[in-house]
DNA sequence: CGAATTTGACCTCA
DNA sequence: TGAGGTCAAATTCG
């Protein structure tokens, strides 16, 4: 990646910040008028698009589609049937039990991406053996923002829990445990007990599927599983947001 | 004790 | 050959 577009991307990574801070406060602001809302949402979009050209390159430059359906469908086993991509931004972190949707997932395993600088983690549906239910999903941090989240679900849930929501059959949802935000950098094992957090699901209007979002606010990052997963499971439950199906 | 997570190894594909 | 995806044994947690 050239230089000039990693600063561009960082420069742009704040105007997406306050964006989205404005637009949460907005949200909160039940007078808020609905265009300036729009205005943020559009603000938000035209920053995520600006930094993706800035941070494109020619091999997964570290999100978005390079990645998340690269090799995932040719890979093999489970075709591109059923694959929907979700892309996940959340606006802060404060406490997160209510998000869980009842579907529980199991991870399976986490790779170090080429070019991402974050690991990308597999999940798959733990009833996978006791019922069959082949749906599994990838979730990764395209860029440094802790906010942003790009999911990849790969066939349906045919559990009996997803029978019972059939609301969240395609955007299947989180694990029932408690979940924690590990609000704290992964150079520090030790869980943030006091800094759980909830999640707003706020912004989602991340065009194309991907894009960047501003980081900073939390010093989360990957590598570190049970916290990585927290955040994977909880985000999983978050989108709303935009849903692609490939 | 059972279930979930972690982590390294193995497999497949471009 | 490199990268991504999955498996499975070991470990940890409830």
């Not at 559009?42 to 999100?63: E, F």
């Not at 991870?107 to 080429?114: A, R, T, W």
């Not at 980081?215 to 990052?221: K, M, S």
Request: net charge negative; aromatic share 6%; hydrophobic share 35%.
């Amino acid at each position: 990646m050239e230089d000039t577009a990693a600063t561009l991307a960082t420069e742009l990574d704040g105007l997406l910040a306050m964006a989205r801070e404005l637009e949460v406060r907005l949200e909160g602001d039940q007078g808020a008028p609905g265009t300036a809302r729009e205005l943020c949402a559009a603000l938000a979009a035209s920053v995520d698009r600006a930094m993706r050209l800035a941070g494109s390159s020619p091999r997964g430059g570290g999100d978005g589609e390079g990645n998340a359906t690269g090799r995932a469908s040719v890979s093999g086993r489970k075709a591109a049937a059923g694959k929907v991509r979700r892309q996940v931004r959340v606006a802060s972190v404060t406490d997160v039990g209510p998000l869980n949707d009842g579907l529980s997932w199991r991870k399976y395993g986490q790779k170090d991406i080429l070019g991402a600088p974050y690991p990308r983690a597999y999940f798959r549906c733990t009833h996978r053996h006791s019922q069959g239910c082949q749906a599994t999903k990838q979730v990764q941090r395209p860029h440094a923002d802790p906010l942003l989240f790009d999911v990849v679900y790969h066939g349906a849930h045919i559990c009996a829990q997803a029978a019972v929501r059939p609301e969240q059959q395609s955007p299947p949802a989180v694990a029932p445990e408690g979940i924690q935000w590990p609000v704290t950098p992964p150079s520090f094992p030790s869980p943030p007990a006091g800094t759980v957090g909830e999640y707003y699901p706020s912004v989602c209007q991340l065009d194309g599927g991907y894009g960047y979002a501003a980081g900073g606010g939390l010093g989360a990052d990957m590598g570190f599983g049970s916290q990585q997963d927290e955040w994977f499971l909880n985000l999983s439950d978050v989108f709303q947001p935009e849903v692609q199906n490939l």
